[in-house]
């Protein structure tokens, strides 16, 4: 299995962009801060054609030690979600994308 790094998308945006390696570095860096900057302040990331990033607010709830079986309470937090595109789903599972549906 492969995994996509950081420096795999800057070297992506060098060869197929015409950048320089600092500059396109910079330019991933750029997008990801400002992702990270909008789903801490609670907005949502959308990027047609691929999906939307979004943060959740969890409420508190009781949970259970697996292995004692005690009661624990869970605190209040906020978890990031991601919810693909119909697009990138068809993709995924090798279909053709839905007409003009890119959520």
């Known amino acids: 299995?492969?995994?996509?790094?950081?420096?795999?998308?800057?070297?992506?945006?060098?060869?197929?962009v015409g950048l320089s390696r600092n500059e396109s570095a910079a330019l991933l860096e750029t997008v990801l801060e400002r992702m990270s900057t909008a789903l801490e302040a609670g907005e949502s990331v959308k990027i047609s054609g691929f999906g939307t990033f979004s943060v959740r607010q969890k409420g508190r709830r009781v949970g259970r030690n697996p292995k004692t079986g005690v009661e624990v309470p869970i605190l209040p937090?906020?978890?990031?979600?991601?919810?693909?595109?119909?697009?990138?789903?068809?993709?995924?599972?090798?279909l053709a994308p839905p007409g003009g549906d890119d959520e």
């Not at 299995?1 to 197929?16: D, F, G, K, N, S």
């Not at 937090?77 to 090798?94: C, D, H, I, T, Y």
């Open 77 to 94: 937090r906020r978890v990031l979600v991601f919810r693909p595109s119909q697009v990138l789903k068809a993709e995924v599972n090798g």
């Open 1 to 16: 299995m492969h995994t996509v790094t950081r420096a795999h998308l800057a070297e992506t945006i060098y060869t197929q």
